[in-house]
């Protein structure tokens, strides 16, 4: 199989990348290379085994968009991971984050829409498009704060309520991967992800938290814990994550 990933050079793009190539698919990774650690995570993905092709490319671009995937029509999976991923960033420019995050994806759907409808299209959005989910009561229990009446999280059904211009562009893209399938009839999957961690990551304090706690300590840096510690972040490996990933792709014709 054929796998495109855009933000290929990036954590999750290149873990995902590794794990396709190491099943013996082609994979087409695509990247701007605007993220700090992304040249390394390249230079790394090349000495892999397996078929793996770079394209030096801009989500934001549609010309970029429309001609990769006019070369590349025989794709049987997408895998669209790259965007701006800071809430900090999006509210200093909120410009850029639209940009690569609503209008990005608009312009990869159009992309698959047009030359290879037939592939499996996995998003990866963000659980910001939750907001503040005030309507939720947290209590306070054995040191640390939980949800009282949903013990074992939220449920798909929680009512979106895009908070900060980071929630509002993911959740753009969010809604429009979920249209195309309604309107188009495209094969999509919204990924609504949260606290991923494991190696190579590049992390700094207002993204990629787990990595930075270890980078910080490793270096003698100081740790800042906003609020008052108690409370409470799921994590997720990265490798879950991609097989999660890979189950959907094995799954996407079946409904429900």
């Known amino acids: 199989m054929k796998v495109i990933i855009t933000g290929a050079a990036g954590f999750i793009g290149g873990h995902a990348a590794t794990h396709f190539l190491g099943r013996g698919d082609t994979v087409i990774g695509v990247d701007n290379l605007s993220r700090r650690g992304n040249s390394e995570n390249l230079q790394w993905l090349r000495k892999q085994a397996g078929d793996f092709q770079f394209i030096a490319g801009d989500i934001r671009s549609q010309t970029d968009m429309d001609r990769l995937f006019a070369q590349h029509k025989d794709a049987g999976a997408v895998l669209h991971l790259a965007g701006q991923v800071a809430v900090t960033t999006s509210v200093v420019n909120p410009r850029m984050d639209f940009e690569a995050n609503a209008l990005g994806t608009l312009n990869i759907l159009e992309a698959v829409r047009q030359h290879c409808p037939q592939a499996a299209f996995l998003y990866a959005s963000t659980n910001k498009v939750y907001g503040g989910m005030e309507q939720i009561v947290i209590v306070e229990k054995d040191g640390r704060y939980a949800y009282r009446d949903l013990p074992q999280g939220m449920p798909e059904i929680t009512p979106l309520d895009f908070h900060s211009p980071y929630g509002c562009s993911k959740g753009a893209g969010d809604q429009y991967v979920r249209d195309y399938a309604r309107i188009y009839g495209l094969k999509t999957v919204v990924f609504r992800q949260s606290c991923i961690y494991g190696t190579r990551q590049f992390g700094i304090e207002d993204q990629g938290w787990v ?23 799921d994590v997720l490996w990265v490798g879950d994550l991609i097989s999660l990933y890979e189950r959907a792709i094995e799954r996407i014709d079946v409904s429900g």
Do not use: N, P
């Open 211 to 233: 990595a930075w706690f270890t980078i910080a300590s490793v270096l003698g840096k100081a740790i800042t814990l906003y609020g008052d510690g108690k409370q409470v972040r």
